[in-house]
């Protein structure tokens, strides 16, 4: 079968994105411990599934998300300023450590320390992968129907459905 909606597929890939002209190797799915997921529901960045489409097993991709497509365009305004009070006694945070923070609505997030000065930690709650283009190789390992578990869930059981939790 192909990948359409409500399929469970399991695929590798390699992603790099475009830094200063130079190719960054960002992270990967191996065909040992492929990425597992539940077609068209949103789980996915929405190109992405755009672009995985009607393949089938076996097949193999290559496809480049632009940023819009990706993880958004940089937000300026999201970069914001911690009083350093804030962290009481806890360690000081370092310039390119990742701070778990969790707003009023209880949402967790992560912010990036950008820089310190004696009274304020300067963090990017933007997305890590925010402004830059993404580049996606891989292939595609199987596809198989959802189960009725996974689509009253909403997400896969691993690659042959089976995975409890
Ligand atoms: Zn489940």
Redesign the pocket.
């Known amino acids: 079968m192909t990948i359409k909606p409500n399929s469970v597929v399991a695929l590798t890939y390699e992603l790099h994105t475009t830094e200063n002209g130079e190719k960054v190797f960002v992270e990967k799915a191996t065909e040992e411990n492929p990425l597992v997921f539940l077609y068209g529901v949103g789980m996915m960045l929405p190109k992405f599934e755009e672009y995985l489409n009607g393949l089938a097993a076996g097949a193999t991709y290559g496809f480049e998300l632009s940023a819009a497509d990706g993880y958004g365009e940089k937000d300026p305004s999201a970069v914001t300023e911690l009083p350093l009070d804030m962290f009481g006694d806890m360690e000081k945070p370092a310039v390119g450590a990742i701070l778990p923070l969790q707003d009023n609505q209880g949402h967790q997030f992560r912010a990036v320390v950008t820089a310190i000065s004696e009274t304020v930690v300067t963090v990017d709650l933007n997305h890590p992968m925010a402004g830059k283009d993404l580049h996606f190789t891989g292939t595609i390992i199987s596809v198989r129907e959802a189960t009725a ?2 689509l009253a ?1 909403g ?1 896969a ?1 691993g690659i042959d459905g089976q995975a409890g ?1």
């Open positions: 578990d996974e869930h997400h059981h939790h």
